[in-house]
């Protein structure tokens, strides 16, 4: 059964605290990967990652990816409070069929 | 401009009844996904469409859910006999073809309440 799954399932932190975000897949017909960050409803894009070993990075986030471990982490430096949220992870298969992780619910205090 | 837009935001109804939930995708996006996400969850795939018909809908847990998107655009997710378990934020997502067809813009939602 095709199946992404995310750790921690929630995480708090302090401002200026650097965190670690983790994605491990089993997915048929793996395409790419997505991260996701969701404040409220609707969750907005941040990286799609397609090719193992290559680090993508906005701002203080950055991402990679493992295909032959089956994996990606998301990383954050230096937390501010707007940066908690729920952190979602996605892998679509060849067919588009898009599998989400439960996310990991991130909490940064002041 | 225009992201995807979703109505109602909120959705109150009573066990049984029949709901039809909207989503308008970004202009130009050919491909269109409905998910369910429970509290706690990540968003649940049900159904994706590529133009007007429904590429894969393996997605929709059973035959009181239906979704349709006759000119390729507005579609519609309608809900049949409505049971408290389909309690849920329904999300609408669409992206453009091409490269770029994993990229989904999400829209905001629509909290159904099941009473």
């Known amino acids: 059964e095709d199946k992404v799954v995310q750790s921690p399932l929630s995480l708090v932190v302090h401002e200026g605290d650097t965190v670690t975000l983790n994605c491990s897949y089993e997915v048929t017909n793996f395409r790419s990967l997505l991260w996701y960050k969701q404040e409220k409803k609707a969750p907005t894009f941040l990286f799609m990652l397609?090719?193992?070993?290559i680090e993508k990075k906005s701002g203080r986030l950055s991402s990679i990816l493992d295909k032959k471990e089956l994996f990606s982490i998301l990383n954050i430096t230096a937390t501010q409070t707007g940066d908690s949220a729920i952190y979602l992870c996605?892998?679509?298969?060849?067919?588009?069929?898009?599998?989400f992780g439960t996310g990991t619910s991130l909490t940064v205090i002041p | 401009g225009a992201g995807v837009s979703q109505t109602p935001s909120n959705k109150v109804t009573e066990k049984g009844k029949y709901v039809e939930l909207r989503c308008d995708p970004i202009s130009g996006h050919t491909a269109l996904y409905w998910y369910r996400q429970s509290l706690g969850q990540g968003p649940e795939f049900l159904i994706y469409?590529?133009?007007?018909?429904?590429?894969?809908d393996s997605g929709l847990p059973n035959d009181r859910f239906f979704a349709v998107r006759p000119e390729g655009s507005v579609s519609t997710l309608k809900i049949q006999r409505t049971e408290r378990g389909d309690s849920a934020v329904y999300l609408c997502?669409?992206?453009?073809?091409?490269?770029?067809?994993?990229?989904?813009?999400f829209g905001p939602g629509t909290r159904l309440t099941v009473l």
């Open positions: 997502a669409s992206s453009p073809s091409g490269g770029r067809i994993n990229e989904q813009f």
């Open positions: 996605a892998v679509p298969n060849t067919g588009n069929q898009f599998y």
């Open positions: 469409f590529q133009g007007t018909g429904a590429a894969d």
């Open positions: 397609t090719s193992s070993g």
